[in-house]
């Protein structure tokens, strides 16, 4: 007697479950356009509205006022941000060499480089901050992106890539620690506000989508990826920005708010490190990795 799985003449096959799917570009792209929107959204709120520059401004002045009480914070202060960031850059290139992926090392130092270049054009040419006639002159001037959170997400970043991909996710998550403590410290130190650090943040992680995006469309990897990342990717950011608002906006006394803004800057950095993870992971920024990939599919 022979055994068969084929279905019976007389009973037609069940039709396979099909899910919608997209391309990893297509996710990418929603990342970087959901990062770019709620950077513009965090612009708007804190920064061009009076009750956002108020709230922020109280931070400020209570950062102002502790003095050197917040001591863990007092790292950043002796830090030589040119130097780091030259440090870094020696540090990929070196990486790449020992690797043998000299052609690696050319994103990374993109991604390192042009948010930051983008950060301080936007800073200092573009966007605006109304003043409000505030005493301290907390307000005299725009501080929004933060320098210290992009170059921070950026060094991030630009070392998750020129590392080894199996050790990307792992790069990131654990380096979100180091970019939420930037953050909170810069405005510990009252050097920025709340928006700064996130819309820093948000910048480099769309810059870097929008990269990727790039990357993946000129070498495809065939994979489709389900339409839930792709709408998560594109909502959550500007979700993210609105929440950290709401919060911000119930604490009443400045004490209150000095601790609201110091959280919420870790907890939205290490959010959107980990927003930027999930759609980068399987990204081939390196030549040679993407030939090995379509090798083994043929």
Known sequence: MILTD??????????????RAASRTAVLAAGAAGFALAFVAAYLLFVRTEAGRGVEN????????????????????????????????VLIVAIALVRRRLALGVPALVLLAAPLVVAQLLKLYVLERPSTGD????????????????AAMAVLVALAIVLPRRFRRTALVTGGFGVAWVSAAAVALGWHR????????????????????????????????????????????PALVLAGYAVLATATSGAAQFVAALVLAALSSMAVVLLLAAPLRRVAFDPAESRVRRLRRA
Do not use: K, M, Y
């Not at 109280?58 to 006022?65: F, L, W």
């Not at 005493?135 to 992009?150: D, M, Q, T």
């Open 58 to 89: 109280g931070v400020v002045r209570s950062a102002q006022s502790a003095g050197t009480t917040v001591d863990w914070a007092a790292p950043l202060r002796e830090a030589d941000l040119v130097v780091a960031l030259g440090g870094v850059a």
């Open 135 to 150: 005493r301290l002159g907390v307000a005299s001037h725009n501080s929004f992106p933060s320098g210290h959170a992009s």
């Open 6 to 19: 084929a279905p019976s003449a007389g009973r037609p096959a069940r039709p396979a479950i099909v899910t």
């Open 194 to 237: 709340l928006s700064d650090t996130v819309g820093g943040c948000l910048l480099v992680a769309a810059v870097t989508c929008a990269g990727a995006a790039v990357v993946s469309a000129r070498r495809p990897d065939g994979d489709r990826v389900p339409l839930v990342p792709v709408v998560t990717g594109f909502l959550a950011p």
